[in-house]
């Protein structure tokens, strides 16, 4: 069954880094995909992070995130990285992965097929 694994939480100081991964699996037969980053702060709504395709590499970000975040993608590994620096007490969330099987340029949940079980960071200062 198609699903998606993320891993790389964890807890930093201000200023410090993580990178997080979203491995897909079993994806059957589909070359062209977006893979997005969204996550869930405590009380707040989910809120889309960056997106990749996987095939020109576009990719874009959330405008609190420009600058600090990338994103890159393994083909070979069917994963794709979330960098995380200088991170701030307001990027402590859920990281969940998700993949749009359309091949959308968004950030738009709804539009995302598969989810992962989220991966925790947490920011502290």
């Known amino acids: 069954q198609a699903r998606l694994v993320e891993s790389g939480g964890g807890s930093v100081r201000v200023g410090g880094s993580l990178r997080l991964s979203c491995a897909a699996f079993?994806?059957?037969?589909?070359?062209?995909?977006?893979v997005g980053w969204f996550r869930r702060a405590p009380g707040k709504e989910r809120e889309g992070v960056s997106w990749i395709n996987n095939n020109d590499g576009r990719a874009d970000f959330a405008d609190s995130v420009k600058g600090r975040f990338t994103i890159s993608r393994d083909d070979a590994k069917n994963t794709v990285y979330l960098q995380m620096d200088s991170l701030k007490p307001e990027d402590t969330g859920v990281y969940y992965c998700a993949i749009d099987l359309d091949y959308g340029s968004h950030l738009n949940p709804d539009e995302y097929d598969y989810w992962g079980q989220g991966t925790q960071v947490t920011v502290s200062s």
């Open positions: 079993d994806f059957p037969g589909h070359y062209k995909y977006t």
